[in-house]
T-cell receptor, first 111, second 117 residues
């Protein structure tokens, strides 16, 4: 059974810092991996989707990498801003087309 | 990206009553819809998957008689929490996908906060 973990559980940084969020999964047989953002009491906003054949994806200040063989993905946020404060969820999609979500990393960017 | 809406966004009900939550795909036809539950500070857990016109497939541990799912059209799925109890209080999020291929992206609704008194 696929399990997804995320480290750290919470992170607080001053504005302007670069930071890395980590995601690990136990079964490397994934179809794709997706990073989401969730604001308090809100739904999910898709940030980046990496197909299993890809190594990374970039969107603006965000860069996500995928190492399927080691079961790891990282989300890199450059020059963090207070508006980046949210919970970041990593989710892997298996070949059964189901998402398995990690517990999330709660990020606070202090002005 | 495509838009998925949920209604209501927030509901408070008394223990023992039933609550219906609607999930709509606004600009695409959703062949498959998913219902997730999220407890405070925890991640999303899949409750059930429904395909239009078919019975929903429930995840292990989810009572199908308590959480009734109807996916009667390609743009609407409903989740009814029957005889709600305080332990059913949670954040419910639906998701919709067009087509059946693995490559079809899944879009998430904004969620419904259910509080059972």
């Amino acid at each position: 059974k696929q399990e997804v973990t995320q480290i750290p559980a919470a992170l607080s940084v001053p504005e302007g810092e670069n930071l890395v969020l980590n995601c690990s999964f136990t079964d490397s047989a994934i179809y794709n991996l997706q990073w989401f953002r969730q604001d308090p009491g809100k739904g999910l906003t898709s940030l980046l989707l990496i197909q299993s054949s890809q190594r990374e994806q970039t969107s603006g200040r965000l860069n996500a990498s995928l190492d399927k063989s080691s079961g790891r993905s990282t989300l890199y946020i450059a020059a963090s801003q207070p508006g980046d404060s949210a919970t970041y969820l990593c989710a892997v999609k298996d070949y059964g087309q189901n998402f398995v979500f990690g517990p999330g990393t709660r990020l606070s960017v202090l002005p | 990206g495509a838009v998925v809406s949920q209604h209501p966004s927030r509901v408070i009900c008394k223990s023992g009553t039933s609550v219906k939550i609607e999930c709509r795909s606004l600009d695409f036809q959703a062949t498959t819809m998913f219902w997730y539950r999220q407890f405070p500070k925890q991640s999303l857990m899949l409750m059930a998957t429904s395909n239009e016109g078919s019975k929903a497939t429930y995840e292990q541990g989810v009572e199908k008689d308590k959480f009734l799912i109807n996916h009667a059209s390609l743009t609407l799925s409903t989740l009814t929490v029957t005889s709600a109890h305080p332990e059913d209080s949670s954040f419910y999020i639906c998701s919709a996908r067009s087509g059946s291929g693995r490559g079809n992206e899944q879009f998430f609704g904004p969620g419904t906060r259910l509080t059972v008194l």
